[in-house]
């Protein structure tokens, strides 16, 4: 668990490895106030919950995913993660084969 200021205001960051089809994944879960920001980060791209911005790091040819969950208002943990359904993927992604209607894992092991 890492603790970052910033102008006096604490951040919680936990960290907790994903096993994926070719490699390991570290998933991540920032508590944001009331929400959290969580994602996991494979060998070649990410996929993550609705905050993280696809369109803009297809920009930068990094292939990312959005996932929505299955059930409650959000994803929260890196569980909820991956098991949601991906709802957005930018092109960089979709070229590794991932498609909207997956689940958050199987994009996840395309991307190990």
Do not use: W
Not at 52 to 57: E, F, G, H
Request: charged residues 20%.
């Amino acid at each position: 668990m890492a603790f970052i200021t910033r102008e006096c205001q604490i951040l919680i960051m936990h960290e907790e490895p994903v096993l994926l089809r070719n490699s390991e994944g570290k998933g991540f879960v920032i508590a944001l106030g009331s929400v959290n920001l969580v994602g996991v980060v494979a060998a070649r791209g990410m996929v993550g919950c609705g905050a993280i911005d696809v369109a803009a790091l297809d920009r930068f040819g990094y292939p990312a995913a959005r996932v929505r969950p299955c059930a409650g208002p959000s994803i929260s943990t890196v569980a909820d993660l991956l098991g949601g359904t991906v709802k957005d993927v930018n092109r960089a992604a979709q070229e590794l084969g991932i498609s909207t209607g997956m689940s958050g894992k199987e994009a996840l092991d395309l991307l190990s």
